[in-house]
């Protein structure tokens, strides 16, 4: 049985009011102990609380014990909803029905990107309903904000039960045809919040993904072409350890992971499908990750500040310093700038058809020594070996 829970987390100023106005946090426990919290704030997951294989509850979500924390650090987007289009817009500009569309340019002056200055992140979003098993969320995109035609309608659907799932729905409509690509931006680390480089790298990491999205080396859009993993330190089709894999980076201009995996470049929003697998060893935390989107941008908190350079750190929650490292992101979208390039799936939709977006993120608890045992030892002792989780 799921419990839902209402408080007031703090105020903000509402972007299109520039009123005070208080943001409801809304925390969702089940049986398990399971719990997820969801503040009005940008739709943003503020915290999950999962417990470890000694019954220890830890928070394995980064971000903020206040209001303060999440508009300080808005570019880093924690936990935070994207829209109306995630991740990058080349340009600012794309070409729909025979007609050239201009956003707004939030990057660098050219490019747009994670919906423009006021995108899905900075919006107080309303609570539709609250429901015995989570919570809905709504917000109305009014007609030419930043740039994008038509009024959007955007429903959120959070959702835990008694199994360890997390489900997140984003469903859309629109009056006017508009492209439509949502996401959430979750930053993990299963270790627990708090215990920084340390807990990364010990993770085991397994992502189902044959191709990475190619981008240009100049300003890094997409190319429209997409390169085979194998051989390379993008090939995580294995479980192999967070930690092994970015240090291979230390020689390359970027220090992590930053890089979109294709997982099914046909993109059938019916069918979820299971994305892959990360594991904490000591803990036995581990998170499964199941979506009907065709990518996942899978980053590892490159862009953090560097403690070794002297840069002051993100002070996160319980005073926690966030440093470069400390935590993952598992974004699932649709591809980046996928209104320049008409080999990608299309993100457009027009009135009358209906956007939906399904994410779920399955957790559990594996013991410790399982991991490091081989199949024939668990068979030996009555154990099953680990296999690829069924498609939920």
């Known amino acids: ?4 829970v209402e408080d007031i987390f703090g105020i903000a100023t509402n972007p299109f009011t520039k009123q005070a106005q208080v943001i409801r946090r809304y925390t969702m426990t089940n049986t398990n102990r399971l719990s997820v919290a969801i503040i009005q704030l940008g739709a943003t997951i503020q915290s999950i609380q999962v417990p470890d294989a000694y019954h ?14 999440y508009t300080k650090y808005r570019n880093y987007h924690f936990g935070c909803t994207i829209g109306r289009v995630s991740d990058v817009v080349g340009n600012g500009e794309f070409i729909m029905d025979e007609r050239r569309v201009i956003v707004s340019k939030n990057f660098g002056q050219k490019h747009q990107i994670n919906g423009g200055f006021v995108g899905f992140d900075q919006v107080i979003w309303d609570l539709e309903m609250k429901r015995p098993d989570g919570v809905t969320l709504r ?3 009014p007609d030419g904000h930043e740039g994008y035609p038509g009024t959007l309608k955007v429903l959120l659907h959070f959702t835990i039960n008694d199994d360890n799932r997390f489900f997140i ?10 492209p439509v690509n949502i996401s959430n931006h979750i930053i993990f680390n299963l270790a627990g919040q708090s215990t920084g480089i340390k807990g990364i790298f010990d993770h085991q990491i397994n992502i189902e993904a044959m191709e990475t999205m190619e981008t240009s080396n100049g300003d890094g859009l997409p190319t429209g072409r997409f390169k085979n993993v194998s051989d390379s ?9 967070m930690g092994d894999r970015v240090r291979q980076f230390e020689q390359k201009p970027v220090k992590g992971y930053d890089v979109c995996f294709a997982l099914d470049k046909e993109f059938d929003s019916i069918r979820t499908r299971y994305v892959g697998r990360f594991l904490h060893p000591d803990s036995g935390r581990f998170m499964e990750i199941f979506s009907n989107q ?12 560097q403690e070794p350079l002297g840069e ?14 400390c ?5 699932l979208l649709n591809y980046p700038d996928a209104v320049n390039q008409p080999d990608f799936p299309r993100i457009f939709i027009n009135p009358g058809e209906h956007y939906f977006h399904e994410t779920i993120y399955h957790f559990g608890v594996q013991e410790s020594w399982k991991c490091c045992a081989d199949p024939e030892e668990l068979k030996a002792l009555g154990e099953e070996p680990l296999r690829k989780p069924k498609p939920v």
């Open 139 to 141: 917000h109305v995109s």
């Open 56 to 69: 220890q509850l830890s928070d394995v979500v980064l971000g903020f014990d206040d209001v303060a924390g």
């Open 312 to 325: 002051p750190p993100i002070l996160g929650k319980r005073c926690t310093r966030y440093w470069q490292h």
């Open 1 to 4: 049985m799921v419990k839902v």
């Open 294 to 305: 065709p990518c996942v941008k899978f980053t590892t908190g490159n862009c953090f500040p």
């Open 233 to 241: 330190v993008y090939d995580i089709r294995l479980p192999v350890f």
């Open 327 to 331: 935590g993952f992101s598992l974004q």
């Open 169 to 178: 729905q984003m469903e859309a409509t629109t009056n006017q045809t508009t």
